[in-house]
């Protein structure tokens, strides 16, 4: 029994085909069971001509690697133009062929009436609960009451720092052997605090002033943990990860950005990510994980002080004040 087998130019044709079919409408289909959103994921344009250019060039390889195939897949083609198929079909096909080309590009080329394209919702806020509107970020001024335990503690030489960084503070520790642990930190209030403990004279603004580099150093942290991959460590969206998404994470130093919405929303945004967005804010769906899953409310209020301090933004005031 001979073995059936296809021609190798309706191969070509079936397997372009069929990549086609599935760049176009299995790929968009599997993505809608996979995330279970009421419509398909498409495949961008330019995605679907490089996907079509490698199946062309892998193609053209495999029919030019020998003269054998060569003949194979040339021969439809010469007995069409030969009139073996009745000149009739010859006919239809140079007609046909001509025509279809001609009216793609035609149809890409044309000038075409459209309804402007909708704006990006970077912020969409339809669902944004009202009892954050007022929130305040607790680490932009410090109580009294932390205040007076966080000099007790420096007194005493027993700051604990958030667990992330606490191993890379004990490491320098054991090789350094500091007089007090907050000289792992350079910066001016905190040299200024040790000066006054040493003096047995801290003030609480100084102490207030060092207790707040403590916190901007570990939202800073944190921030470099979790979001520097997408927003960069210029807070600009220009992370390692950021040409990644179809469209790219947003730049806070843009005055249009964090410096617009309140403090309330900002940890309300960072708290529910994309799967928290309105339907509103759909194609764009941001692929920001839902922190609150991951972080505590102290660690997403430190990243969002750090993230105004790197933007240096201030958030809007509510219109309740």
Request: contains cysteine; glycine residues 4%.
């Amino acid at each position: 029994m001979s073995k059936f087998k296809i021609n190798r130019f309706w191969s070509v044709v079936i397997t372009i085909l069929v990549i086609y079919g599935i760049v176009k409408l299995v790929i968009p289909a599997v993505s809608r069971e996979i995330t279970a959103l009421p419509f398909p994921l498409t495949v961008p344009g330019t995605l679907v001509f490089i996907y079509m250019t490698l199946t062309v060039v892998a193609l053209f390889l495999l029919v030019t690697f020998s003269d054998e195939f060569m003949k194979e897949f040339v021969g439809p083609i010469r007995g069409m133009l030969r009139g073996e198929y009745t000149k009739a079909f010859r006919a239809v096909v140079l007609v046909v062929v001509p025509l279809v080309i001609g009216w793609q590009v035609y149809d890409i080329t044309v000038p075409k009436i459209q309804l402007p394209s909708s704006l990006r919702i970077q912020h969409p806020s339809s669902n944004f609960p009202k009892k954050f509107e007022s929130l305040k970020n607790p680490f932009t001024q410090p109580t009294d009451a932390r205040v007076d335990a966080f000099i007790k503690q420096a007194k005493d030489n027993e700051i604990t720092l958030i667990p992330q960084v606490m191993k890379d503070i004990e490491v320098w520790a054991e090789e350094t052997d500091p007089d007090h642990m907050l000289q792992f930190l350079p910066f001016e209030p905190v040299k200024k605090l040790l000066a006054e403990i040493e003096a047995d004279k801290v003030s609480k603004e100084t102490a207030k002033a060092a207790l707040h580099e403590i916190d901007l150093f570990e939202g800073r942290a944190l921030y470099a943990m979790n979001c520097r991959p997408c927003h960069g460590d210029s807070v600009a969206g220009d992370g390692p990860m950021a040409d990644g998404f179809k469209l790219r994470p947003i730049n806070f130093t843009d005055n249009g950005t964090i410096e617009t919405i309140v403090e309330g929303y900002t940890f309300w945004r960072v708290m529910n990510g994309g799967p928290g967005l309105p339907t509103e804010a759909t194609p764009w769906d941001s692929a920001m994980p839902e922190w609150k899953i991951s972080l505590t409310d102290e660690e997403r209020w430190k990243i969002i002080l750090a993230e105004y301090d790197l933007a240096e933004k201030t958030p809007r005031i509510p219109e309740s004040e």
